[in-house]
Nanobody, 116 residues
Framework: QVQLVESGGGLVQAGGSLRLSCAAS????MGWFRQAPGKEREFVSA????????DYADSVKGRFIISRDNAKNTVYLQMNSAQPEDTAVYYC?????????????WGQGTQVTVSS
């Protein structure tokens, strides 16, 4: 029943910024995971629509900002100071587990490529 649609991926130069958007039908904990080629999917960031709290993976802390617009049922990931190691397919997720190891619902993913 929960449907997630990502947008905003693309090519960005190292040091640049990019904003991802996720239109969602749910109001549970939402956020982002990413998966680089040949690597396992990893947690990036999550935000609670109930408590208005957020957390980040250490690798992106201080650079990425997660936010939401409840009126539009949309969650965002502002990627600042993008680095080549941020290159991955980014997946919007809903119903993110408390231990941040997975989620109940996933979008199709959007490719983010950071050039050096």
């Amino acid at each position: 029943q929960v449907q997630l649609v990502e947008s905003g991926g693309g090519l960005v130069q190292a040091g640049g910024s990019l904003r991802l958007s996720c239109a969602a039908s749910g109001r549970n904990t939402m956020g982002w995971f990413r998966q680089a080629p040949g690597k396992e999917r990893e947690f990036v960031s999550a935000i609670s629509w109930r408590g208005d709290t957020s957390d980040y993976a250490d690798s992106v802390k201080g650079r990425f900002i997660i936010s939401r617009d409840n009126a539009k049922n949309t969650v965002y990931l502002q990627m600042n100071s993008a680095q080549p190691e941020d290159t991955a397919v980014y997946y919007c997720a809903a119903g993110i587990f408390r231990d941040r190891t997975g989620a109940g619902y996933w979008g199709q993913g959007t490719q983010v490529t950071v050039s050096s």
